[in-house]
């Protein structure tokens, strides 16, 4: 089986999926970024020029126009069929909802060419969740991108018992092809490798703040001390954004649930959502 992957279309435009989106097109791949509608699409094009200036600063190969002729090059669209139609791959980047994932793949299926890939971001939710809802088990799996994708350059690959192999080893390829560092796992875990390793410290970091054990500041500061690492729990969050998390923890058990409850409380309900409001666990200029 020949799978050749040039068109790549991105569900989702939130903080990671514009990445992903640029991040592709950067490389020089055909990118359609799809949201529900024009206001979301509006708000990824903010995105995308503030991602040109970045990678104009930040990454080899940005300067000279590029970047910014990257962000004009990526295609915008609120048609899902549309926006689906010629793709070799589809990246799913949607909100971390089990529903709403399984609803999106039903649609999909009907909608894309028989040869389309499709990939799920999710952070924490298995691919074999999901893979009865694609109409294609065989061409799913999972493609999971670390937040500031030009810099933390991980694209953790996790596949099912369904998954073609030559399927697995396109979508391999394809990450190394965008500048990822391919991390393949050899069966499905929840939380991958870096999330496994990630959401138990966020967690422990958030149960001292909400139980009145420290603020958030001085956890920071003791993680960043203590390990040389160089962001605290909450300064993490405040990069991911804070309704990703609350989204797990409100379908976990009952102390997730505590935590969840304390994160609208305290932060969501405020609108204090992280560095993308310009306020979460920190101020942000």
Aim: glycine share 10%; proline share 4%.
């Amino acid at each position: 089986m020949t799978i050749d992957i040039r068109k790549v279309t991105v569900l989702g435009t939130g903080v990671l999926g514009s990445q992903i989106a640029f991040q592709t097109a950067f490389r020089g791949f055909d990118v359609i970024a799809y949201d529900i509608d024009d206001d979301a699409l509006t708000a990824a094009k903010g995105r995308f020029d503030k991602l040109a200036a970045v990678y104009r600063d930040e990454v080899p190969g940005g300067g000279d126009g590029k970047a910014e002729r990257v962000a004009e090059a990526i295609g915008l669209s609120s048609d899902l069929a549309q926006a689906v139609s010629d793709a070799d791959l589809v990246i799913e980047a949607i909100p971390e909802v089990l529903s709403l994932k399984q609803e999106t793949y039903e649609k999909l299926g009907a909608l894309a060419p028989e040869r389309t890939v499709f990939a799920t971001n999710s952070s924490t939710l298995l691919p074999s969740a999901i893979k009865d809802f694609t109409g294609r088990p065989d061409r799913f799996l999972a493609l999971h991108f670390a937040n500031q994708v030009w810099h933390y350059n991980t694209a953790e690959i996790m596949g099912t018992a369904d998954t073609d192999p030559a399927v697995y080893q396109a979508v391999v390829d394809f990450a190394s092809a965008i500048g990822m560092v391919p991390i393949e796992l050899r069966k499905e875990k929840a939380g991958y490798v870096l999330n496994s390793l990630l959401v138990p410290l966020l967690n422990a970091g958030m149960a001292l703040a909400a139980g009145g054990y420290a603020e958030p500041e001085a956890v920071d500061k003791t993680w960043r001390i203590g390990t040389g690492a160089p962001a605290g729990p909450f300064q993490i969050l405040d990069v991911v954004g804070l309704t990703t998390p609350y989204n797990i923890l409100v379908n976990g058990d009952e102390n997730a649930q505590r935590l969840a409850k304390w994160l609208k409380e305290n932060y969501i309900d405020q609108g204090k959502l992280g560095i993308a409001t310009g306020e979460g666990f920190y101020k942000y200029s």
